[in-house]
């Protein structure tokens, strides 16, 4: 092994040594008292030594989101390839539940996500993900996929920002799933369902069935209260 190859391995085990540090203390104290002084006495470490990883606890909580997503990236380009003959709209459907269930199934990490706020959450397009490129793969294969869509007539004519406006949606939703742990009621998959339809009735160009929003309505209020 040369010595770049075991520099860089060393590398990525000390990041994941601070990350995961950074979760389990935010779980325990709150992201308000994490800090890089508590995270180098978790692992052994003096603060000089994490600073030399991340300038400051937003770009750990950065690199977190960067994970998840790079994951999300894998889950759905695999999902297009498994379901390509697939319609379109039952294709995308797919999409946004694997992009949702992607990232409820990493709830500490989301948890310390929510905590870093809507900046790290929503900065997608601009972020490099653990890899260094640009994360905006998500957003170009959406995008790629809704003009095909759209040229066949399924989707109607979208707004050139209709990617990253249906990935906020995804992450917002997800992410308040997460701090509300609403992924852990019965009916988690339901309001998961009836959220993607509502989103894909959006992009339809035919709506060969109307949104039924008394179902809508009668998932979030069994999400929210545990009510019939």
């Known amino acids: 092994m040369s010595p770049r190859v075991r520099h860089e391995q060393e590398k990525e085990q000390m990041k994941q040594l601070i990350l995961e540090a950074a979760i389990k203390i ?16 978790a692992i052994g470490y003096t603060p000089t030594t994490i600073y030399l990883y991340y ?35 039952e294709q995308l459907k797919l999409v946004l539940e694997t992009f949702i269930e992607t990232i409820v ?23 490099e993900d653990v890899a260094g490129a640009r994360e905006d793969r998500g957003v170009d294969l959406l995008q790629e996929f809704l003009i095909r869509g759209e040229a066949q007539g399924v989707f109607r004519q979208l707004d050139e920002n209709i990617s990253w406006m249906v990935i906020t949606a995804l992450v917002g939703f997800s992410i308040g799933a997460i701090e509300n742990e ?17 989103l894909i009735n959006g992009l339809l160009a035919k709506k060969e069935q109307t949104l039924d929003v008394d179902a809508v309505l009668k998932a979030v ?5 545990g009510e019939e």
Do not use: C
Not at 186 to 197: R, S
Not at 221 to 225: D, E, H, N, R
């Open 221 to 225: 209020k069994i999400t929210l209260t």
């Open 182 to 198: 609403m992924y852990l009621q019965e009916n988690w998959k339901q309001l998961v369902h009836v959220y993607t339809e509502m």
């Open 55 to 89: 300038k400051d606890k937003e770009q750990i909580i950065a690199d977190l989101f960067a994970i998840v997503y790079q994951e999300i990236i894998l889950n759905v380009q695999k999902v297009f390839q498994e379901n390509n003959q697939l319609p379109l709209d």
């Open 105 to 127: 199934s990493k709830p500490e990490m989301g948890k310390v996500i929510v905590s870093g706020g809507t900046k790290v959450m929503f900065d997608t397009g601009s972020r």
């Open 26 to 41: 935010t779980d325990e104290i709150g992201y308000e008292k994490l800090s890089m002084r508590k995270i180098a006495d």
